[in-house]
């Protein structure tokens, strides 16, 4: 069975729940989709893709670029990712997203 999605880079972060940035390199449509964000929040773990923000009738927001038409596909999908992100992490362990850990500092009173 073929790959159908991989990872191409990926960026750690550390800011909130957002714990890093990649390129994700879909086979089957034979194109790329650049600035995929992972999240993290204690088990929870889910992925942006990108978005747009638009500026209309007083209200701000993101809408995505893309989106799928059944849930079902999405979730499919979101699998594959995971996995893919997963395989890079295994081959990268240097990139693997951090727990924050704040450790008290000592304070001169």
Same mark, same amino acid.
């Given at each position: 069975?073929? @790959?159908?999605?991989?990872?191409?880079?990926? @960026? +750690?972060?550390?800011?909130? @729940?957002?714990?890093? &940035?990649?390129?994700?390199?879909?086979? +089957?449509?034979?194109?790329?989709?650049?600035?995929?964000?992972?999240?993290?929040?204690?088990?929870?773990?889910?992925?942006?893709?990108?978005?747009?923000?638009? &500026?209309?009738?007083?209200?701000?927001?993101?809408?995505?670029?893309?989106?799928?038409?059944?849930?079902? @596909?999405?979730?499919?999908?979101?699998?594959?990712?995971?996995?893919?992100?997963?395989?890079?992490?295994?081959?990268? +362990?240097?990139? &693997?997203?951090?727990?924050?850990?704040?450790?008290?500092?000592?304070?001169?009173?």
């Amino acid at each position: 069975m073929s @790959t159908l999605v991989t990872v191409v880079d990926y @960026t +750690p972060f550390s800011k909130g @729940t957002k714990v890093g &940035e990649f390129t994700l390199s879909v086979h +089957p449509w034979k194109a790329q989709v650049s600035f995929v964000q992972e999240f993290r929040k204690g088990e929870n773990r889910w992925f942006n893709f990108p978005s747009k923000f638009v &500026e209309a009738h007083d209200q701000k927001r993101y809408v995505p670029i893309f989106k799928f038409d059944l849930p079902s @596909t999405e979730k499919g999908f979101m699998e594959e990712v995971k996995k893919a992100v997963d395989a890079y992490l295994a081959e990268h +362990p240097e990139l &693997e997203p951090k727990e924050a850990k704040f450790e008290a500092e000592e304070l001169p009173f």
